[in-house]
């Protein structure tokens, strides 16, 4: 059975048009992938915008000594998670996308979907993700562990994010 998980990054006194700039930017995307590079070896493997929207590729590295102990007993080697994300074209105030994460030979999946709207305060992007792991018995505390660290990784991007436009559009 799935897991699910929603996370709302919030941008106060930024404007969804502001935030969906730094996502067509591939300076935002360097330089976001260099500030995560403190957690784990990345970068950006593909980026593309265009008149339908935002396409682009990361790649993660964890090396398997740094994985929970659970998990090294399915992983035997350093996880490359790669992760691809699609935004729509910036359309009345609101922008959609969606998210998969693969390991390669991997035992489960995680994906989701993204929206960027305005709030009374400012713009806010939520990310609903859904991690499935096919491994009977220990599947439902990989998918948890899963999610737990996803969060850890949303809020990085997000602090990164908030300091990103406060650099670009002081208030």
Known sequence: MAR?????????????????????????????VEEMRKYSPNHVASFQVDDSGIELVLEHILPRT???????????????????????????????????????????????????FATDTGATLRTSSEAKVYLPMIGPRLEQLMLVNLVDLFRAEAEFTERWLGETYPS
Do not use: C, N
Request: charged share 30%; net charge negative.
């Open 4 to 32: 699910r998980l929603d996370y709302s990054a919030r941008y106060p006194l930024h404007t969804t048009r502001e935030v969906y700039d730094a996502l067509t930017s591939r300076d935002y995307w360097e330089a976001r």
């Open 66 to 116: 740094e994985l929970p102990e659970m998990a090294q007993t399915v992983i035997r080697k350093d996880m490359v998670i790669t992760r691809k994300e699609s935004y729509s074209a910036f359309g009345d105030g609101e922008v959609t996308g969606k998210y998969e994460a693969a390991i390669p030979a991997g035992p489960g999946s995680l994906t989701g979907t993204m929206r960027l």
